[in-house]
């Protein structure tokens, strides 16, 4: 017994409470005996539950991993014989990677893996040239609870607005990310990638007050040296 219960038995509150306990479930057996059943199956019935999740977490990340395997295996080299796992060009390995993302999706969407896999979904189907149902999954991932992983589908679903001459949504949504940053995406990249979209709009001043300000704010990390870059070279 530990010294925690102990106190709590030299308690007359506790005491009195525990006798009290004690006189009820003598006086009703049979309803306590009955409630216990019910209880345990109540029990079993959570811990199944929590078996089944367990068990379909591990096959969900199994399944994932599989796919982000698929997505990352070496593209062959010009003129080599053909090998398995390698793919001959960037565009049948997202094909096959995409397939494989799609049916995690369709399988574990209600697991956080789904949200991941809506992501690399997205990111594969921008790959392949497939605007519509690129935007489709990546507006599912930008949903995900976990900041990180909205953010970074926020901020594809920003570069594939920018590509389809939706530029305004595009700003919206690197506004977002410079003002909610995550671990995934800092506040000097999202003002890194809209400072460029500026430049590619030929806003010149927008673009090198941003890029000063990435610089001065994160003058020791990669983003201030980019930013530094730019402005030099512009």
Known sequence: MDTQTRRALKNDKFTQAAVS????????????????ITAGAIVVLVVGGLTYGVVRSSAANAALSAALDVYTSPLAQPGA????????????RAKEANR???????????LPVGSKAH???GVTYMDMGQNGPAETELKAASHSWNPDLANLAKLAL????????????????????????STTVSAPVAQLDLADL???EGKQDQA???????RDADKDGAAGEIAAQKLAAK
């Open 21 to 36: 306990s004690a006189s009820w479930i003598g006086e009703h057996k049979t309803s306590i005996v009955r409630w216990a």
């Open 198 to 200: 500026y430049a590619s």
């Open 208 to 214: 090198r007050a941003l890029w000063a300000k990435v």
């Open 119 to 121: 992501y690399f979904a």
């Open 100 to 110: 494989e993302f799609v049916t995690v999706t369709h399988d574990f969407g209600w």
């Open 158 to 181: 920003a570069g594939l607005y920018h590509q389809t001459s939706r530029d305004n949504e595009a700003i919206d949504l690197y506004n977002e990310l410079a003002a909610k940053p």
């Open 81 to 92: 014989p053909p090998e398995p796992g390698v793919y001959a060009t960037a565009a049948d």
